[in-house]
């Protein structure tokens, strides 16, 4: 299957500041990707829709100049935390599809406000 | 309202037996249904899919069947082993196929 890679797996920052995470795959170029949020045993709760060369779509809810979706190229894709603030303390997970329509997962990045 | 809905107590089952995990949706259609492997920590990782049309599916020790009418699917994991426990994870194709929603996902603990 195909390899996407987040970085970094795990940051702490003090609240106020930004933090920005990176999806990017590896072998394959990918005009889509997904960003997800998970809160502990909870589902995946999807973000927004990144896509290359264009606006991201947020989904409701989803504030979208409190994170920030840049697509710069077909293999990378970030996400920016913007004014971080304990509440937002989670775990995000980027994925990018497949052609048959099955996700491929980065490993997920654990951000920890404090 | 829209539910996929998965046991949230975990399943515990003695090696060798055979595991078997329920997603129910409500107030979907989806046109493929696809059951993902979740780790502590870790990004899911993708299993199986079935298509609406398909009653089952199989690879290797797994299995899907998919029931439109009952809006239900199962994953059974035949010949269970400690190294399957982990969390399971069901999603949908919504919103017009583009997006991919998840249910909250089932804990599966494989026993000596």
């Known amino acids: 299957g195909a390899v996407v890679s987040q970085h970094p797996s795990w940051v702490i920052c003090k609240s106020g500041t930004s933090v920005k995470i990176e999806c990017r795959s590896l072998?394959?170029?990918?005009?889509?990707m997904f960003w997800y949020r998970q809160f502990p045993k909870q589902s995946l709760m999807l973000m927004a829709t990144?896509?290359?060369?264009?606006?991201?779509?947020?989904e409701q809810g989803v504030e979208k100049d409190k994170f920030l979706i840049n697509h710069a190229s077909l293999t990378l894709s970030t996400l920016t935390v913007t004014s971080a603030h304990p509440e937002d303390s989670s775990f995000y997970i980027c994925?990018?599809?497949?052609?048959?329509?099955?996700?491929?997962f980065g490993q997920g990045t654990r951000l920890t406000v404090v | 309202s829209q539910k996929i809905e998965q046991n949230s107590e975990a399943l515990n089952i003695q090696e060798g037996k055979t595991a078997t995990l329920t997603c129910n949706y409500t107030?979907?259609?989806?046109?493929?249904l696809q059951w993902y492997r979740q780790d502590p920590g870790r990004g899911p990782v993708f299993l199986l899919l079935?298509?609406?049309?398909?009653k089952e599916k199989r690879k290797e020790r797994l299995k899907v069947t998919f029931d439109t009418t009952l809006k239900q699917s199962l994953f059974h994991i035949t010949a269970s082993q400690p190294a399957d426990s982990a969390t399971y994870l069901c999603?949908?194709?919504?919103?017009?196929?583009?997006?991919?929603?998840f249910g909250t996902g089932t804990q599966l603990k494989v026993e000596l």
């Open positions: 990144s896509n290359e060369g264009s606006k991201a779509t947020y």
């Open positions: 994925s990018a599809r497949g052609s048959r329509g099955e996700a491929f």
């Open positions: 999603a949908l194709h919504t919103g017009g196929g583009n997006k991919l929603t």
């Open positions: 072998d394959f170029q990918a005009t889509t």
């Open positions: 079935i298509r609406e049309n398909e």
């Open positions: 107030n979907y259609s989806p046109a493929y």
